[in-house]
């Protein structure tokens, strides 16, 4: 079975830095192209950035978050996360990682899996 959790979501200060994790289980980052999202209530799930497999080192961001965001993953301890850094209260939103088609700029429309996502709040 394929499991996804976020964790490391919480209240931060704008300006701050955050890494979010994701624990999976049910498959390997050789398998699968993992990514993360976000969504702020009222709107569409925008995708943030992926990384395409352990074998394909290809990660592809958002235009908008590129600088600010970077993905990685721990191979032996099935852990994917994502470093935000100068955040801003427009930031805040729920975060999730999913399993996901990754060939450009992920799209919730290419996701296979979903964690339940993470709240992240960041006051200013």
């Known amino acids: 079975e394929v499991r996804l959790v976020e964790s490391g979501g919480g209240l931060v200060q704008s300006g701050e830095s955050m890494t979010l994790s994701c624990t999976v289980s049910?498959?390997?980052?050789?398998?699968?192209?993992v990514g993360w999202f976000r969504q702020v209530p009222g709107r569409e799930r925008e995708g943030i950035a992926c990384?395409?497999?352990?074998?394909?080192?290809?990660?592809y961001y958002t235009d908008d978050l590129k600088g600010r965001a970077a993905i990685s993953v721990n191979n032996a301890k099935n852990i994917l996360y994502l470093q935000m850094n100068s955040l801003k209260p427009e930031d805040t939103a729920v975060y999730y990682c999913?399993?996901?088609?990754?060939?450009?700029?992920?799209?919730?429309?290419?996701?296979?899996?979903w964690g339940r996502g993470t709240q992240v709040t960041v006051s200013s």
């Open positions: 999913a399993v996901v088609i990754c060939l450009s700029a992920p799209k919730a429309g290419d996701v296979y899996f």
């Open positions: 049910g498959f390997t980052f050789d398998d699968y192209a």
């Open positions: 990384n395409a497999s352990s074998t394909d080192a290809s990660v």
